[in-house]
């Protein structure tokens, strides 16, 4: 077990690395980039025996085990969003705001990179690439502490970015995998004046923890708790194919479905958007209607009457509940009740019932006729995401580069003095 005197010591080298980030011009930054991309996918053998060893301890029935795994394709997708980011612009240095006072002091609000960016996060080995590509992008330097689920994972793809920097002759204290242990996690929450702000990315658990315990600042990555609503006015061709997407496409991630509402009139249609969920073996938590309707067509062994746990709840498997609403007011006070503030979305064809819908939900991601499996960093055209935050302050949805940056005011003078 390393010593915390010993971690805090790295964390002041990281804190160094990062004041003397600026140096570094875009182009070097890209380039840096570009040959992690490559050499994750030269090295993809040792990473995927690396990964493999993390995956022998795991039960490949735990939620997590698919977000640890990965794979050929896997790799080259990350190597793809790596080199998605290095082509986009830089977030640092940008005029947000310029003026001059009366009495002729020149204002100009810039944009600068955060500092430190803390992230801690489960068994999602991805995220130690897309987290290092973000921060060094943005001129951040970056401590990762990832869970022992993803040791072996982590370390191996650590030591490939490290070999690139030292390559470079970049300080590689601009990326610190911190011990896997428990101990560290709280060294790392208590890192005031260190580290600048810690994202937590991972069961609500884990997010809670973190918000009770940092004396750092947080920026919430909450669960998934994400709902869609099959209003009256919805398509049913429509539903069946966005509603098998949103719950079947990964479900282990957080923009995943857990329960799909219901308006009362398509309980005689549900069948039909429910039935291609049972190729996938999905379980289904039924409310009282809801089940009446289904029973006879869905699988008897896959289709349970629903508890009150059932909602409110984020599966991460291939399970989904059933809520039967009367009319839109009630869906909109079901998902008000349940929500975790992610990812919600509507199926209608009545534009006032979606305008109302849209205006009416808080959640970080509202969506009108297609599947919630789109909120993701990459899939909005941001390159990679660093976590989707659920609150309200500084940033909100998929954060990437412009979500990594603050701002300072320049102001120039020319002998003004103040009264």
Known sequence: ????????????????????????????????????????????????????????RMDPDDP????????????????????????????????????????????????????VIGIIYEARPNVTFDVFALCLKSGNACVLKGGSDAEFSNIAIVSLI????????????????????????????????????????GSQGLINFVREHAKVPVIETGAGIVHTYLDASADLS?????????KTRRVSVCNALDCLIVHQKHLENLHEICMPLAQKQVEIYADKDSLSALEGFYPVALLLPAEAEHFGTEFLSHKMSIKTVENLQEALDHITKYSSRHSEAILAEDSDVIQE??????????????????????QFGMGAEIGISTQKLHARGPMALPELTSYKWQIFGNGQIRD
Do not use: C, W
């Not at 590689?172 to 260190?194: D, I, N």
């Not at 429509?238 to 949103?246: E, G, H, L, Q, S």
């Not at 939900?361 to 993701?376: E, R």
């Open 357 to 378: 819908f849209m205006q009416s939900v808080d959640a970080a991601a509202v969506y009108a006729n297609t599947s919630t499996a789109f909120t993701d960093g990459a």
């Open 64 to 115: 997590k085990y698919d977000r640890l795994a990965l794979t050929e394709e896997r790799i080259k997708s990350i190597a793809d969003d790596i080199r998605n980011v290095a082509e986009l612009p830089t977030p640092l240095g940008k005029v947000l705001e310029e003026k001059t006072l009366e009495n002729e002091l020149q204002l100009r609000k810039v944009t600068v990179p955060l500092g």
């Open 1 to 56: 077990m390393i010593a915390q005197s010993d971690i805090l010591h790295v964390l002041s080298q990281v804190k160094e690395a990062s004041q003397k980030a600026y140096r570094l011009s875009d182009i070097q930054i890209n380039k840096i980039l570009q040959e992690v991309a490559r050499k994750a996918e030269k090295n993809s053998s040792f990473i995927l025996e690396e990964n493999q060893k993390d995956l022998e």
């Open 238 to 246: 429509k539903a069946r194919d966005i509603v098998f997407n949103a």
């Open 162 to 201: 490290h070999e690139v920097l030292r390559k470079h002759e970049v300080d590689e204290h601009m990326l610190y995998l911190m011990p896997a242990s428990r101990e560290a996690t709280q060294v790392l929450l208590e890192a005031v004046g260190l580290v600048d702000i810690i994202i937590p990315r």
